[in-house]
């Protein structure tokens, strides 16, 4: 059985590509040009670069190889498809011409079932990064006081509603009132848009998996970035969803956390 990685921006595909060698498994990586670090050439023996609406491509480069299971790690921006340096080749342009709805859990599902059609199946992207999920209860020294916990509570009802319509999975909270919704701009940007309109005073962030989350893709992720996020905008406490949200380089994100007298908690 051989592995393959679809690799998008940022750390997620390096985290699984060191956690997949630490249980000696090689990964053929198929690179996308538009999002994935050059750097990944140093971790992976084989390295294909594939445009984001190359499909055809990437199923012959994962034939190639044999991959039979296929992890996606790294965000890919759906919106690249439209973009003229990634056009859609004739095997994407037809998968999207029967697609009802564009947002990205049919854009990715459409992908899945055309790798699948060929034999390669996507699995958990977090396979190979089990300890890094976070877990219930509180992660941090400090657990959210009342106020911060009335927040968590009023926001999970919110921002899970939010999820379930593919909107966001990201709200930000002052007391017990919605500050700012998360749609495409992602969760720093959201945060900073909250930061803005209250003026500094503190705020609480609801971050969750959608209801039915498929851990194949777009799984929520945290990490050191996000903590400077949560530092700069005066953020006191952050509700993330157990067993479905990933924190990248858990002990330094955690250790910053506690340092700058953050909640964390795990529901």
Same mark, same amino acid.
């Given at each position: 059985m051989k592995f393959g990685l679809i690799a998008g921006n940022g750390r997620f595909p390096f985290l699984v590509l060191e956690g997949a060698r630490a249980e @000696?498994?090689?990964?053929?990586?198929?690179? =996308?040009?538009?999002?994935?670090? $050059?750097?990944?050439?140093? %971790?992976?023996?084989?390295?294909?670069?594939?445009?984001?609406? &190359?499909?055809?491509?990437?199923?012959? /480069? /994962?034939?190639?190889?044999?991959?039979?299971?296929?992890?996606?790690? @790294?965000?890919?921006? &759906?919106?690249?498809? /439209?973009? %003229?340096?990634?056009?859609?080749? %004739?095997?994407?342009?037809?998968?999207?011409? #029967?697609?009802? #709805? #564009?947002?990205?859990?049919?854009?990715? @599902?459409?992908?899945?079932?055309e790798l699948e059609s060929e034999g390669i199946k996507l699995i958990d992207s977090t396979t190979f990064l089990q300890p890094l999920l976070a877990r219930a209860g509180v992660l941090t020294k400090r657990s959210p006081d009342k106020n911060e916990l009335a927040d968590i509570e009023y926001g999970l009802h919110v921002a899970t509603e939010l999820a379930r319509l593919d909107l966001g999975q990201t709200i930000v909270v002052k007391n017990q009132a919605v500050v700012a919704l998360e749609a495409m701009e992602g969760t720093d940007a959201t945060i900073r848009r909250a930061a803005e309109l209250v003026r500094g005073r503190p705020l609480t962030v609801i971050k969750v998996a959608k209801p039915n989350q498929d851990m194949r893709f777009d799984v929520p992720v945290i990490g050191l970035n996000t903590m400077a996020t %949560?530092?700069?905008?005066?953020?006191? $406490?952050?509700?993330?969803?157990?067993?479905?949200?990933? =924190?990248?380089? #858990?002990?330094?994100?955690?250790?910053? $956390?506690?340092?700058?007298?953050?909640?964390?908690v795990g529901k």
């Open positions: @000696g498994v090689e990964m053929a990586v198929a690179a =996308i040009k538009e999002e994935a670090d $050059a750097g990944i050439e140093t %971790l992976a023996s084989v390295v294909e670069w594939i445009s984001v609406g &190359h499909l055809n491509k990437l199923i012959k /480069f /994962f034939k190639r190889e044999g991959v039979t299971q296929a992890i996606m790690a @790294g965000q890919v921006k &759906h919106v690249q498809i /439209f973009k %003229l340096n990634a056009l859609p080749d %004739l095997r994407m342009a037809k998968m999207l011409a #029967r697609l009802k #709805r #564009r947002n990205t859990d049919a854009l990715i @599902g459409a992908v899945c079932d %949560l530092k700069e905008c005066n953020v006191t $406490a952050m509700s993330l969803t157990a067993d479905k949200t990933l =924190i990248f380089d #858990r002990e330094e994100t955690l250790t910053l $956390a506690n340092q700058n007298k953050i909640a964390i």
